[in-house]
């Protein structure tokens, strides 16, 4: 399956995080026809695997903390840690 074949790219490092995706060229790879490499990276941006930008194309995750915690503190705030204890 073209789907589980691609999953197993990104997740062997066979396609560097962040690095944009040809669908001709994993055609290629894979052997296969176009239309089910663009099946399998929809499913792939389904699960977050891939990320799609508009008019750029699809990419392979980049994790990130303002994707992985869009609504946390570290998005607008700086992280100050707390001071260290002066006795034990």
Do not use: H, Y
Request: proline share 11%.
């Amino acid at each position: 399956m073209v789907s589980e074949a691609l999953r197993n790219l990104i997740i062997s490092d066979d396609l560097d995080l962040g690095s944009q995706l040809s669908e001709a060229r994993i055609a290629s790879k894979l052997q296969v026809s176009c239309p089910p490499v663009r099946k399998a990276i929809n499913r792939r941006e389904m699960e977050g695997l891939l990320v799609f930008e508009p008019q750029l194309g699809s990419f392979v995750f980049f994790p990130s903390i303002q994707r992985n915690f869009p609504n946390s503190a570290t998005r607008s705030a700086p992280w100050n840690p707390p001071p260290l204890p002066t006795k034990c």
